[in-house]
């Protein structure tokens, strides 16, 4: 039935609502009046004592229900509250009664708890009701000595239905709280605020915030409450601008082999280069910054989207490095461009055809015969268009429409620049260039098709390579090497582009099961290939016999790409993200890994270097942040979300996404505890600092406690934290390890005591001076300057504190990391951006000892390690105002 009926129409239940609505609006009325009164005092100056205005036979107050002075208001008016909404010509006084500072997480008390300070919103926008803060006060009207002439307001108590009975109202009055528990969330109903709420005639919507006690954002029109700490007197009081800690790249875990080629190749220095995200990295094996076994890295980040190939110039020493296209933050498009930048310098030299790709640059090739003069590039577009560029000033010298078909690989003759080959979906297409004397686009290119003939043609080519001779062998997905020599055009059959010469098929030979996906010409003039399906590298001499093999692990997958390093010394590259070195005689090594998919999970060691990482490609990684290898990876055969280590780092929790959290032992790799929590993804498990207990977040709304025992090996339900109305997305445990901070996916944050029972404090208020271990929901007093202009809730993805409580890190939807000073508790916060993963961050922590910080790009599977350079370093947290000593509960702010 519609919710719209008059009083007694309807199912009861509706009728409760309401009437707590209406009862919701009173009490905001009674505590505006209440405010009325008290700066009224306060402008006449009065000198009584605050222990004057109270009922002579009230109890006086205790040491935990004390007046205390609202922060941020001068000593002289300290036991009152100043409303910013408009005040009323009657005026309260409140007086305090003995009671409990909150409501529990259980069933409704006879009279009641507290909830929000002086009708201030709840936090995040939540369902919880806005009663006075600490114990129900008893209310009595008070003649003011002066009147003061403040606009009327239309009270919400002259539309109280006549026909309820005064006692019965006074009753419900006394916890209105509890009638919104009965009644049901008020997000389930709509989401609708109850101080919005319609309450009756001439009620309307105003803001009751009071000045110093809190601050609020929104998001997505949405208020969200956050109460200050009592240490801040003045926002202005804490630190501005950002922080003096900066990042550097340290290192990159990583290798966009997965779904790119063109992607591995050894520079004149001896340095391999290959790209993930965003970086083009140049890493050298056999050692340098990183320490042994972990050779060292230096990256290249000029690009703002993610690479997609690579070429180097003849002299080994220039590259160019294709982006895609991609959007900024603020919806505009990224345009596709070519760097050419140098490797020893890592300064960009040239940036070729901005504004003349569309989606993004999928293959690329210098001139050899020229000396690199010229770059062939083919973009992403529908039609493969094929350009080429004179590399020394940046213009187009040629263009055409190649082919609707995917184009895989492109490369010039090195006998003859004039000479372009392309191969991909079903083709391989023989193009002749002529530069119409290095006049931008007077250029032309015709093409010839190569005819498969009697040979069965294949559904692709991905590869080819020029032989010395001049004969061209290609890799197809039939697993066949095929050699295609150069002869005169035939007059008769002359073919589309009229190409003085041609090429066509003058050998066979099987080489794999499976497609081949690399071919490399070696320096002695043999050939390798390397297979897909049968993951085999071949070596072929003359006439394509073949010589030696070796065949790559499975783990690491198939062969992607492959090098030619110092002396006999192979890379090569994998299918799934993997980068190998070795030789065919003695077999291939890992040096550097990844994972192959989305990732979100992300937990550091508690006194070691190290991180665990876990994500949609069920792997669970765990990685050594100083020798900047994989100390181990195992098979979850589900996917994992999220991971915390227990703090005496003997096992690590794993939740995963269909409502099972795994405990494992990080020695043994061993699965220690295997539970299931409900039916759906968890996205957050959090050991307490003590690690007495596990929180577990899942998105069924609900956190789950355990107690633990044995070093984290042994868990037993503890109960439960119902009182969500969306899905868990972050928490946090206090530093005494009893009470716990959650954010959820509709903005609330809520408190709860583990302790006690798992109960919802309900006053929330009261925990704005708790210390929290860890910081890491995107919700809160000390972290919500983070948050930008015109979010829509979803642009922070992680955020976390270091742990000497001096920065605070942000990963967030635009493929960038933050660093702001904490605590960041101002609008508009400046700081520190860095670029470089080429998906939204999903997840950001600090090591140990802040020495570093790991962030994880989402789709493009990337692991960065960042340097924390400057003055944040390890050592003691300064003093900051936002610091409090005291972890119990705030004072009461009854007058």
Known sequence: MDGAGGPGEGPAQEALQSLSRRLQVQEKEMELVKAALAEALRLLRLQAPPNSLQDPGAPAPTRDSSPAAPPGLPPTCSPSLVSRGTQTETEVE??????????????????????????????????????????????????????????????????????????????????????????????????????????????????????????????????????????????????????????????????????????????????????????????????????????????????????????????????????????????????????????????????????????????????????????????????????????????????????????????????????????????????????????????????????????????????????????????????????????????????????????????????HEGSIFALCLRRDGTVLSGGGRDRRLVQWGPGLVALQEAEIPEHFGAVRAIAEGLGSELLVGTTKNALLRGDLAQGFSPVIQGHTDELWGLCTHPFQNRFLTCGHDRQLCLWDGEGHALAWSIDLKETGLCADFHPSGAVVAVGLNTGRWLVLDTETREIVSDVTDGNEQLSVVRYSPDGLYLAIGSHDNMIYIYSVSSEGAKSSRFGRCVGHSSFITHLDWSKDGNFIMSNSGDYEILYWDVAGGCKLLRNRYESRDREWATYTCVLGFHVYGVWPDGSDGTDINSLCRSHNERVVAVADDFCKVHLFQYPCARAKAPSLVYGGHGSHVTSVRFTHDDSHLISLGGKDASIFQWRVLGAGGAGPAPATPSRTPSLSPASSLDV
């Open 94 to 511: 409140m007086q305090p009664s003995p009671g409990p500072p909150g409501l529990s997480n259980g069933p409704p008390a006879p009279q009641g708890g507290s909830e929000e300070p002086s009708g201030t919103q709840s936090e995040g926008g939540g369902s919880s009701s806005s009663g006075s803060p600490g114990p129900p006060g008893i209310l009595r009207l008070v003649q003011p000595p002066q009147r003061v002439d403040t606009p009327r307001r239309n009270s919400s108590s002259s539309s109280s239905p006549s026909e309820r009975p005064r006692q019965k109202l006074s009753r419900k009055a006394a916890s209105s709280a509890n009638l919104l528990l009965r009644s049901g969330s008020t997000e389930s109903r709509g989401g609708k605020d109850p101080l919005s709420s319609p309450g009756g005639p001439g009620s309307r919507r105003s803001n009751y915030n009071l000045e110093g006690i809190s601050v609020k954002m929104f998001l997505r029109g949405r208020p969200i409450t956050m109460y200050i700490p009592s240490g801040i007197r003045s926002l202005e009081e804490l630190p501005s601008g950002p922080p003096p800690e900066t990042l550097s790249l340290d290192w990159v875990y990583g290798y966009r082999g997965r779904d790119s080629r063109s992607n591995l190749f050894v520079l004149r220095s001896g340095e391999v280069v290959y790209f993930i995200a965003c970086v083009v990295v140049l890493y050298r094996p056999e050692g340098g910054p990183g320490g042994p076994g972990g050779g060292g890295q230096r990256h290249y980040r000029g690009h703002t989207d993610c690479v997609r190939c690579l070429a180097v110039h003849p002299d080994g020493v220039r590259v160019a490095s294709g982006q895609t296209a991609g959007v900024d933050k603020d919806g505009k498009p990224l345009q596709p461009v070519v760097h050419v930048w140098d490797s020893e310098t890592l300064l960009k030299l040239q940036e070729i055809g901005l504004g003349a790709f569309e989606r993004g640059v999928g293959a690329l090739a210098f001139s050899v015969a020229d000396q690199g003069a010229f770059l062939c590039v083919v973009d992403d577009s529908n039609e493969h268009m094929l350009s080429v560029w004179d590399c020394s000033r940046g213009t187009k010298l040629a263009e055409i429409k190649s082919t609707n078909d995917s184009v895989l690989a492109v490369g010039f003759s090195p006998r003859d620049s004039s000479c372009i080959v392309t191969s991909g979906k079903s083709h391989v297409h023989f193009w002749n260039w002529s530069g119409g004397a290095g006049v931008p686009g007077n250029g032309t290119l015709t093409r010839k098709q190569g005819v498969f003939g009697k040979y069965k043609k294949p559904k692709f080519v991905p590869c080819f390579v020029f032989l010395p001779d001049g004969d061209i062998l290609t890799g197809d997905s039939e697993g066949n090497i095929l050699t295609w020599g150069r002869s005169l055009s035939d007059a008769r059959t002359p073919g589309r582009g009229g190409a003085k010469e041609t090429y066509g098929i003058v050998a066979q030979a099987h080489a």
